[in-house]
């Protein structure tokens, strides 16, 4: 069995589905393009500390709930943890 894992956009997109649901692709895309200024395509896992700290920005303006908003940026930050585990660092 040779399945592909999953980019780092898709990973990124499955967490927000949680906090965001349907506008979850929507969100990352414009969070993506406007802070980052690359495609969506293009994100990599060195990305994804700014992209993290802008999300926090974004959804502290949507929401006062700490809680919600550590969570979400926690489980993203996972992500970059276990990118370096697997990278050896």
Known sequence: MNSKSPSIYEQVLKITHKYLGAG?????????ENHLNKSPADLSITDLSSLIDWIKVTVSL?????????NYTGELQKLV?????????
Do not use: C, M
């Not at 949507?62 to 550590?70: F, K, S």
């Open 24 to 32: 979850a692709d929507n969100f990352i895309d414009k969070q993506v």
């Open 81 to 89: 943890s276990h990118a370096k585990l697997r990278a050896g660092h």
């Open 62 to 70: 949507i929401t006062e709930d700490n809680t919600v908003i550590d």
